[in-house]
Nanobody, 115 residues
């Protein structure tokens, strides 16, 4: 079992930057992929970015070129958010999936972008 805790959300002006972090505990050696999802009010949760154990990444179309995902020591993942827009406002969730395709989720961190 993997436990995830996000941090680093907050309020930022449009055009600004923010980094959100996720720390894992428990069976971290079992993690195959890390991902960040977000959910805005009244909308479905959507994939923002994903990185696998080999370092390969993929991004949602709306954030390509602006956001960057990374991982460190198989225990942390980071999402760098640049050139933020008001439509990036959402709760950002950390996700980890193990080799058995079992997913774990964090509690989420709020990112609010003011215009």
């Amino acid at each position: 079992q993997v436990q995830l805790v996000e941090s680093g959300g907050g309020l930022v002006q449009a055009g600004g930057s923010l980094t959100v972090s996720c720390a894992a505990s428990g069976s971290i050696s079992s993690i195959r992929t890390w991902a960040w999802y977000r959910q805005a009010p009244g909308k479905q949760r959507e994939l923002v970015a994903r990185i696998n154990s080999s370092g390969a990444t993929n991004y949602g179309d709306s954030v390509k070129g602006r956001f960057s995902i990374s991982m460190h020591n198989a225990k942390y993942t980071f999402l760098q958010l640049n050139s933020l827009k008001p439509e990036d406002t959402a709760i950002y969730y950390c996700n980890a999936e193990d080799w058995g395709s079992v997913a774990s989720w964090g509690q989420g961190t709020q990112v609010t972008v003011s215009s």
